[in-house]
């Protein structure tokens, strides 16, 4: 891929944001029309509804992990110097953050990107929660939080484990990384023949999976052809959310973040529009959980988001996708939360799974 001639023509960051602007247009549109959610794949494997959204996350997990390694076996990126391996990532921060974050998607009835999607369809509550969400992930990116933030991510890095690659502590070669996606991805298909998922909505489970391969791939290429070094990366929305409202309030220039917010917007907003699905949505609505509620949960997403290094994108599938250890702990610590919180407001209901009614993510 030759960026060359676009960097002499608009520049390096401009690229970048149009890099951004592309993936997250691809993003918004595959996310709103299968419903992509991790929130809701939790509630799924909990019983509270059908296998739908399970089928369909397990798509895209797949996909990213599968895409990723194949790209990394055949020598076509190298993250050796991101983020997630060329320094020392928090544990603790992906633990606590996680399960912060966790508890905070199933109040919020989302998780970031859901929450984003939402609220380009419409939904007024999921753009008050994402506005509470970058507010939080600001003050906790570079603002009063940062002390707490980094008195909870100093307690335990990957420095104490010898390292953040999972294959390496397996003392495993890049197959077994292939081997893992193929795996998964056959996995995903037999959750998607029990659940009789539409082959249209695993399609979109598997294109949010490309998409972040695509990342990997774009922001590799980039790296090797701008001036000033930059670390390959590839989807996250609580980090975009925190370095927009930072450029707001500070000189500087918009890139691949900003791009991948906008594009994830008009992208989710478009395909809502087109499939007759965008309707204005708010708290006044019946069944709707309080405000505070929503409050909260947003909160806990802005502030864990960050601690973890990344939300269900971030750190699920861009971290998981290169099997990044504190990602992969992320992950797991933001299903166990929201699964424990799911559980705590069923007792209060007194309700069973089957009547709960809050499945769909809204």
Not at 14 to 42: I, N, P
Not at 165 to 172: Q, W
Not at 307 to 334: P, Q, R, Y
């Amino acid at each position: 891929m030759d960026l060359v001639p676009l960097i002499d023509l608009i520049g390096e960051p401009q690229t970048a944001l149009v890099g951004g602007l592309v993936l997250g247009l691809a993003f918004g549109v595959f996310a709103q029309r299968s419903r992509y959610c991790t929130r809701s794949a939790v509630l799924s494997a909990m019983g509270e509804s059908d296998l739908k959204p399970l089928a369909t996350w397990a798509f895209g997990f797949a996909a990213a992990i599968l895409a990723v390694q194949l790209l990394l076996g055949a020598d076509m990126i190298d993250v050796g110097e991101t983020r997630f391996f060329s320094t020392a990532q928090s544990l603790s921060g992906a633990l606590v953050g996680g399960l912060v974050f966790g508890i905070g998607m199933v109040l919020a009835r989302g998780c970031v990107s859901r929450l984003l999607v939402l609220g380009s369809s419409g939904n007024l509550r999921g753009v008050f929660s994402i506005a509470l969400v970058a507010v939080t992930a600001l003050a906790t990116y570079s603002g009063v939080l940062v002390p707490l933030r980094d008195n909870i991510g100093s307690v335990w890095s990957t420095a104490s484990i010898g390292g953040n690659d999972l294959l390496v502590h397996a003392g495993l070669e890049r197959w077994a990384g292939i081997a893992l996606g193929a795996v998964l991805a056959v996995a995903a298909l037999g959750i998607a023949f029990k659940a009789r998922l539409s082959l249209w909505r695993a399609l979109g489970g598997i294109m949010i999976g490309l998409t972040v391969a695509a990342g990997w791939y774009f922001t590799w290429q980039l790296s090797t052809q701008v001036f000033e070094p930059i670390q390959a990366e590839s989807l996250s929305f609580i980090r975009p959310l925190a370095t927009t409202g930072e450029l707001a309030l500070q000189s500087g220039f918009a890139g691949l973040d900003q791009g991948v917010l906008l594009g994830a917007i008009i992208g989710a907003f478009v395909a809502a529009l087109l499939s007759g699905e965008f309707r204005i949505s708010t708290f006044a609505e019946p069944g709707t959980p309080s405000i505070w509620r929503y409050a909260a949960g947003s909160v806990l997403m802005g502030f864990g988001g960050i601690l973890a290094v990344g939300c269900t994108i971030g750190a699920g599938l861009t971290g998981g996708s290169v099997l990044a250890v504190s990602s992969l702990l992320g992950l797991a610590s933001m299903i166990t939360g929201a699964a424990l919180t799911q559980l705590v407001l069923r007792s209060v209901a007194r309700e069973p799974a089957s009547q709960s009614a809050i499945m769909p993510a809204e």
